[in-house]
């Protein structure tokens, strides 16, 4: 349904006499469904409570940022764009989608300031890929995590129009964090004074790409890309 229909009913639209086109909240009524496909405008109409722990694969756009495209990434099955407020509509079932997404796309994110804790305190253990972009809130994309390993299959990690971002890490983290990260980008992130600290940079043996756009402000200079050999 991702190309086909937008118009979901709100949430409790019956009571109010609405209730002409269909609810999510049908949804949960499919006990066997395994595959889902779904572009949702208004984070608002989506209730809390959905559950997705039973899906398999999924490509589920939430916000009126995201246009949609038939192209797939044969390399992912789960894929999860987001722009919403994250204090007003986190509810159980996006961080359940959360949990188990391996690309991830993340526009806004008002109330945000740091993307591992606020939105996932296990490390996004199947991330593959991820975009963070248009966050005027977010200081860092990991904050101190001690614990398990921070993005541990994460393979490509984007960021754009940080402006208040200082760190992509912020404290210590498990060694294995980011050990998979091939591909780096930035842009216009002017607050941001250096990728990573040494004792994360060293861990980062399959780092092959980087790229520095319009960062006019830090250390890392205006714009650069190299491949590193």
Same mark, same amino acid.
């Given at each position: 349904?991702?190309?086909?229909?937008?118009?979901?009913?709100?949430?409790?639209?019956?009571?109010?006499?609405?209730?002409?086109? &269909?609810?999510?909240?049908?949804?949960?009524? +499919?006990? @066997? %469904?395994? &595959? +889902?496909?779904?572009?949702?405008?208004? &984070?608002?109409?989506?209730?809390?409570?959905?559950? #997705?722990?039973?899906? @398999?694969? $999924?490509?589920?756009?939430?916000?009126?940022?995201?246009?949609?495209?038939?192209?797939?990434?044969?390399? =992912?099955?789960?894929?999860?764009?987001?722009?919403?407020?994250?204090?007003? $509509? %986190?509810?159980?079932?996006?961080?359940?989608?959360?949990?188990? =997404?391996?690309?991830?796309? %993340? *526009?806004?994110?008002?109330?945000?300031?740091?993307?591992?804790?606020?939105?996932? *305190?296990?490390? #996004?253990?199947?991330?593959?890929?991820?975009?963070?972009?248009?966050?005027?809130?977010?200081?860092?994309?990991?904050?101190?995590?001690? /614990?398990?390993?921070?993005?541990?299959?994460?393979?490509? %990690?984007?960021?754009?129009?940080?402006?208040?971002?200082?760190?992509? !890490?912020?404290?210590?983290?498990?060694?294995?964090?980011?050990?998979?990260?091939?591909?780096?980008?930035?842009?216009? !992130?002017?607050?941001?004074? $250096?990728?990573?600290?040494?004792?994360?940079?060293?861990?980062? =043996?399959? +780092?092959?790409?980087? *790229?520095?756009?319009? !960062?006019?402000?830090?250390?890392?200079? /205006?714009?650069? &890309? #190299? =491949? +590193?050999?």
């Amino acid at each position: 349904m991702g190309n086909s229909f937008v118009q979901w009913e709100a949430d409790g639209a019956n009571s109010q006499g609405r209730g002409r086109n &269909a609810s999510l909240r049908e949804l949960k009524q +499919l006990s @066997n %469904l395994r &595959a +889902l496909h779904l572009h949702i405008q208004d &984070a608002q109409v989506m209730p809390r409570d959905m559950f #997705f722990e039973k899906l @398999n694969s $999924y490509k589920i756009f939430i916000g009126d940022k995201w246009n949609w495209s038939s192209k797939y990434d044969l390399s =992912t099955s789960r894929t999860l764009k987001l722009k919403i407020n994250a204090n007003n $509509y %986190l509810g159980h079932g996006v961080r359940t989608l959360l949990k188990m =997404t391996e690309d991830l796309s %993340l *526009e806004g994110m008002n109330g945000v300031r740091n993307v591992l804790c606020e939105l996932h *305190e296990d490390g #996004f253990p199947h991330l593959k890929h991820l975009l963070v972009q248009d966050g005027f809130e977010l200081l860092h994309i990991v904050n101190s995590f001690t /614990g398990k390993p921070a993005f541990p299959e994460l393979e490509s %990690l984007v960021v754009r129009h940080l402006i208040n971002l200082e760190k992509i !890490c912020h404290g210590q983290f498990n060694v294995e964090s980011f050990s998979k990260l091939r591909i780096l980008k930035i842009k216009k !992130c002017d607050r941001l004074e $250096y990728l990573f600290a040494s004792f994360v940079a060293k861990n980062l =043996t399959q +780092l092959q790409e980087i *790229e520095v756009i319009d !960062c006019c402000f830090s250390k890392l200079g /205006g714009v650069g &890309a #190299f =491949t +590193l050999g």
